[in-house]
């Protein structure tokens, strides 16, 4: 009876996966594209899931789990589970008694019988941003599991290329998203796509026409390590090593500021946050310094009118792979990286490695090279003018 069932459970995952492919059909599991957000330093993945005729044994399971692809690299979605009652009932007390921390925690658990029924899901997650995933196909594993065995039906690809922009493409104003674009397919046309800022307005009198062929375009960018009282973000001059600091920014700012041949184009302050310590308060973080510096830049030279594009970075693990080169456990640590996610776990593996030695280094001389501030400016030289 027990094989009987396996096996009509198996044709009903078949048939489920004919259904995902682009061509939907009337029956199965349709997963309908909303759109890809890039925000921030995050990407925000908005799907619909639909089930409809879908019946699982009660002592089995389907587990869908969406994942991003790109050469060697990778990083899964939360799963969706469809389980019957008995399996489901196990799977609960079995997180009880022997919880396991490598096992992913599902977006959804839908409870199914025999009978035949529909399901609706919202599925919206956001993730960190990385560059590879600009081009990172979306794929899709399918495994069935009973009481003692799993079975991978299928790993497709849904869309070989997600063509997500990358958040530096246009310049915004702060905590707005930089670009929204329909993922997968079409289905939906989103228009709230934000577009670069215009130049500020000069006088005739301060700006000459310029000859196009005679304006060169160029970038400075300086480095800060301002020091915050704990879990402050207001920049005081006096706290620390500031004022040394913040004389870099002010050796890079002041002469483009006093050039009448140099027109500023776009004023950039990125904070950096280290890994330690929970993400969304390192993303707090981060956000509020980078804000807290356009203030006192601002306030500083006068900046009020200047076009600033202010970013942050939570946790800065590509800085980090820079910094732990040549360690004794930079394979390690590298291996960790790209095998856990953000929220997998990846910080707890860490701290476990190698008796806490290669953590504890870290924290005390990598960690503070990555909070920092980078300033950078984007300006428009002229070496002559139009009489």
Sequence with gaps: MRRKNHISFLVICLLILVSIHPVFSQEGIRFIPRSLTVSEDSVRIDLTIRAKGIAIPSEQALTLTPSLHFGKKQVALPPVVFSGSQRARFDKREEVVNPDRNKPIPYHVWITGRRRNDYTLRYLVSIPYASWMEHASLRLRQVSRDCCTELLLADDVLTKDIDLPSPCVAAVRVDTVVKVVPALQE?????????????????????????????????????????????????????????????????????????????????????????????????????????????????????????????????????????????????????????????????????????????????????????????????????????
């Design 187 to 387: 289905v939906e046309k989103v228009a709230t796509v934000t577009r670069p800022l215009p130049p500020v307005e000069r006088e005739e009198e301060e700006y000459p026409r310029r000859k196009p062929e005679q304006e060169m375009e160029r970038r400075v960018a300086v480095t800060l390590y301002v020091d915050y009282v704990r879990g402050g973000s207001r920049v005081d001059p006096s706290y620390g090593n500031n004022s040394m600091e913040l004389r870099k920014a002010e050796r890079m700012l002041v002469p483009l500021l006093g050039d009448p041949n140099i027109y500023i184009k776009e004023i950039r302050i990125t904070g950096y946050a280290s890994p330690d310590g929970a993400y969304y308060d390192n993303e707090a973080l981060a956000k509020a310094r980078s804000l807290g510096f356009r203030i006192y830049l601002t306030k500083s030279y006068g900046l009020q009118d200047y076009p600033f594009r202010t970013a942050w970075v939570a946790e800065d693990w590509e800085g980090l792979r820079k910094l732990i080169k040549g360690k004794p456990y930079e394979a390690a640590v590298n291996f960790i990286i790209d095998n856990y996610g953000i929220f997998e776990g990846r910080e707890r593996y860490l701290m476990d490695l190698q008796g806490r030695r290669p953590y504890q280094d870290m924290l005390q001389n990598l960690f503070p090279k990555l909070r920092r501030i980078e300033l950078s400016i984007l300006y428009n030289e002229r070496s002559g003018y139009e009489k």
